[in-house]
């Protein structure tokens, strides 16, 4: 019995580079940053059997954050970002808003 599937698959050879550029500024109890990510910059280079691919747009990303420390157990963040890493050009926003806190004993304080 022959592997029908097998025999017609075709290999797909890939080069891709990408990059991010992040920073974040603190003053005082507030906190704010911006995180910018992008894929093919350069190479571009999908080959599915030795015939080049093109998927669509580049794919990219930018993010910004906000936080505010009102003490060392706790933490308030909102995060933003606006994705365009569909191959089909269309977007996808989205917001996170997250409280993080800290109880109990940690490595800073033995109780």
Do not use: C
């Not at 906190?31 to 998927?55: M, N, P, S, W």
């Not at 308030?76 to 977007?91: E, I, K, P, Y």
Request: glycine share 10%; aromatic share 12%; no cysteine.
């Amino acid at each position: 019995m022959t592997d029908t599937v097998a025999a017609t698959v075709d290999s797909l050879h890939r080069m891709q580079d990408g990059f991010y550029v992040q920073g974040i500024y603190q003053l005082g109890r507030w906190r704010i940053g911006a995180r910018y990510d992008a894929l093919e910059l350069f190479a571009d280079t999908f080959k599915r059997a030795d015939v080049q691919q093109r998927f669509g747009e580049s794919p990219w990303r930018a993010t910004g954050t906000v936080e505010f420390n009102p003490s060392e157990f706790t933490r308030f963040r909102l995060q933003v970002a606006h994705d365009r890493s569909g191959r089909d050009g269309r977007s996808n926003d989205e917001a996170i808003l997250q409280m993080i806190f800290g109880i109990g004993a940690h490595a800073a304080h033995t109780f």
